[in-house]
């Protein structure tokens, strides 16, 4: 009955058997929580209360400045309108588990705040009319006021309250932070209605960052002879397309942040290496590696920059795979695509494969040259003269065809396949081969191709290179020797103030420098590297 093809009798009889199903829930379930009353309770929880010594002194933040020039692009972009960036708010998991707070990428950008500390919080760029007649703006944060002990909510606010969450920065700090003017998110509605309409001001939003301003925006824009959410849907995409664009060129100080996160993933990449030997014993040594990685993310930064993949033997073919829940088997393959992110929410991508026992097979060797191949070769496509972004990926996809045409797995030449009709070698790299790094892991993902594929480097891109070759178990135009075999190998590179692109990653790449390097690693120097790192930043 798969089909559901109810006969008159089976509903009828179901109808019966539901007439005396409960309607309602029951009342005064205590679920195991605490409840908080009683007048003894109400007497005593509001006095005698010293300075609190976890409440934390705010400095500006160091990317204030550069937030400064970010707004000043992005109102370059779209003069004259209101631009509505909310931080984001907190993603329900499960009944009254939240995922952990990240702060939204655009607000970061042009706010200079990172980490968790602005939940429900709002950005609105509003249009000034200087006296030239060119048009500036002035930038409020509109906040959801910090429940601290003056207010009655502070223990019974679970989500908010200073007794669950700890101190939180109030209106004074957020402005000690920024620089910016601090008011009441209860301001936020009038003030999106002021001057808003058709012979007036125009709005535009950053959606899906936070439903409740996407509502509020859209009933005030309703409401104002703006139109509805549809009507005004390309217009926020457009502000999100610029604000991306914003983001492609990092300044200096943008670059140095990058700069650390990669180094503090190749340390992370590093303690992998010394836990290699135990997780090859233990039955899900994907898991542990992954755990490992992310737990110097958590020592050194705020988290995970995206979801790792941990990938041995087989599973490394799978581009997007992230049950990490694999035994490390000897002789396979293991790759590790990870990054850290910052506290200040910038953040790196690096991956690198590498054999589970510490030695490459002939073929594994041969595999991973020939990816490491088609990297240099973009690198070199990427330093000469006019080169734009795009030529690094067609460069790695020569290199490809090549290196599958010398391997006997190319069913076709490689000049056939280099045709714009052939492409065959896609088959086993089916992917792009890099993307912009900042704030975001892809980040600048919705620019224009003119500031993105096909933009000239310019001194302050950041951007990964991310070549592979994937084999999979089940190929049958692959040599067995072959299947099963998956190898990425990713780097972070920048453009220089001279215009060289170059590496920023700085550890093993070559098949000989990966044995070397797994060979320096064990269990007994894991502990020693949080302490030298804790004492490299005394």
């Given amino acids: 009955m798969g089909d559901h093809a109810y006969s008159e009798e089976s509903l009828a ?29 109400e007497d005593i929880i509001f006095t005698n209360w010293g300075e609190n010594p976890n409440k934390k002194q705010y400095e500006r933040s160091p990317f204030a400045d550069d937030a400064v020039k970010h707004r000043a692009e992005l109102v370059s972009k779209i003069p004259g309108e209101r631009l509505v960036i909310p931080a984001g708010t907190l993603r329900h998991r499960t009944w009254d588990i939240d995922f952990l707070f990240r702060t939204g990428t655009a607000y970061a950008h042009l706010t200079g705040l990172g980490r968790d500390l602005e939940a429900d919080s709002v950005l609105v760029i509003d249009p000034v009319l200087e ?21 009655p909510r502070f223990f019974s606010d679970a989500k908010h309250g200073e007794f669950w969450v700890g101190p939180r920065p109030l209106p004074a700090d957020f402005h000690t932070m920024t620089g910016l003017e601090i008011k009441d998110r209860t301001e936020l509605e009038a003030a999106l209605r002021e001057g808003a309409g058709p012979d007036g001001i125009r709005i ?3 959606r899906g960052y936070d439903p409740s301003v996407d509502a509020l925006v859209n009933r005030v824009r309703e409401e104002s002879g703006l139109g509805d959410a549809d009507t005004n849907r390309a217009l926020d995409a457009t502000l999100e397309e610029r604000e991306d664009e914003c983001r492609v060129v990092k300044t200096p100080r943008e670059v140095a942040e990058i700069q650390k ?41 705020n988290y995970i920059s995206f979801e790792t993949n941990a990938a041995s033997g087989p599973r490394a073919t ?19 695509d990870a990054g ?28 991973y040259q020939a990816v490491l191949d088609s990297a240099d070769a973009a690198i070199a496509a990427a330093n000469k003269p006019g080169a734009v972004y795009h030529d690094m990926i067609d460069a790695v996809m020569v290199s490809v065809a090549h290196s599958l045409e010398k391997l006997g797995i190319l069913p076709v030449s490689a000049e056939e396949a280099l045709k714009p009709d052939g ?37 302050g891109m950041v951007f990964t290179l991310e070549p592979g070759l994937y084999f999979d178990a089940a190929d049958l135009l692959v040599p067995e020797e072959y299947r099963g075999i998956g190898v990425r190998i990713e780097d972070d590179l ?21 044995e070397t390097w797994l060979a320096a690693h064990g269990p007994e120097h894991y502990f020693d590297s949080f302490l030298a790192q804790d004492a490299a930043c005394a």
């Fill in 13 to 41: 009889a179901l109808h019966a058997l539901a007439a005396g199903n409960d309607t309602e829930p029951a009342k005064g379930k205590g679920s195991g929580s605490l409840a908080l009353k009683g007048k003894g309770f």
């Fill in 131 to 151: 006296a030239d007649g060119t048009a500036g703006y002035h930038a409020t944060i509109y906040l959801e006021p910090a429940i601290d002990r003056s207010n």
């Fill in 494 to 514: 920048m453009v220089t103030e001279s215009g060289e692109v170059k590496l920023m990653t700085t550890f093993a790449r070559t098949p000989d420098e990966i």
């Fill in 423 to 459: 492409h065959q070698q896609y088959r086993w790299l089916y992917h792009g081969t890099g993307h912009m790094m900042g704030l975001d892991c892809h980040d600048s993902h919705h620019a224009r191709n003119e500031f993105y594929p096909d933009s000239e480097f310019k001194p």
């Fill in 261 to 301: 996160a990669v180094e503090a993933t190749q340390r992370g990449f590093d303690r992998v290496a010394d836990i290699l030997p135990i997780a090859r014993q233990v039955k899900r040594g994907e898991r542990l590696l992954e755990a490992t990685f992310t737990h110097s993310c958590r020592y050194e930064g």
């Fill in 204 to 206: 535009r939003l950053m």
């Fill in 340 to 367: 850290i992110e910052l506290d200040s929410l910038y953040g790196a991508d690096i991956t690198r494969t590498f054999p589970v026992n510490g030695k490459f097979t002939p073929a594994q060797r041969k595999i």
């Fill in 318 to 336: 799978i581009l997007d795979y992230h049950a990490n829940d694999h035994a490390l088997k000897d002789g396979d393959l293991f790759l590790l």
